[in-house]
């Protein structure tokens, strides 16, 4: 067994530009099942400091984002964020190849809590080519009750 000491510093940080992330208004259309007036799917895509979006009707919900042409993804960053009620979530991200049919990436649950967990940041690193599509699915609320989706920022960055 090897072994290191290491001194503690300054955490390395993979800093992405905004000229990394893909202009999605520009090469997909996007697909929403819901939404809250106020809180457009469109300003999840906007970059950081928008309002996010939320789900006009509680209980699960697709969001899809449909490429206009297949293309290769390198990067997936999801930002959720409740601030009101402690919940139970769960997502899955899945892929549709251009070949067909849909392929699962993660599924994960988060805890959010008023009281100190009200930000939940994934970012993925995958190598995914000809991709014709991308798939979210939110269950905001593992317990029965009327929880609303909301995303703050979906963000994809291409394969390079």
């Known amino acids: ?6 001194k503690p510093g300054p955490a390395e ?3 992405v530009s905004d000229a990394d ?3 999605l208004s520009e090469i997909a259309t996007v697909e929403v099942a819901s ?3 106020g809180f457009p799917i469109e300003s999840a895509f906007a970059g950081s400091g928008g309002a996010g979006w939320r789900a006009g009707l509680a209980g699960e919900q697709l969001i899809r984002i449909v490429f206009d042409a297949p293309l290769a993804v390198g990067r997936i960053q999801l930002r959720f964020e409740e601030r009101e009620r402690e919940r139970t979530q769960q997502f899955s991200l899945s892929w549709c190849p ?5 392929r699962e990436i993660v599924r994960q649950q988060w805890n959010f809590s008023p009281a100190g967990s009200t930000v ?3 970012d993925y690193a995958v190598s995914l080519e000809a991709v014709s599509a991308l798939e979210l699915t939110i269950r905001p609320d593992l317990d029965p009750g009327d929880s609303v ?3 703050a920022s979906w963000r994809v960055g291409g394969l390079g």
């Open 1 to 6: 067994m090897r072994k290191r000491i290491v």
């Open 13 to 15: 940080t993979t800093a």
């Open 21 to 23: 992330w893909l202009n």
């Open 35 to 37: 939404e809250q007036d």
């Open 98 to 102: 251009a070949a067909g049919g849909v």
């Open 120 to 122: 939940e940041i994934e």
């Open 149 to 151: 989706a909301t995303l």
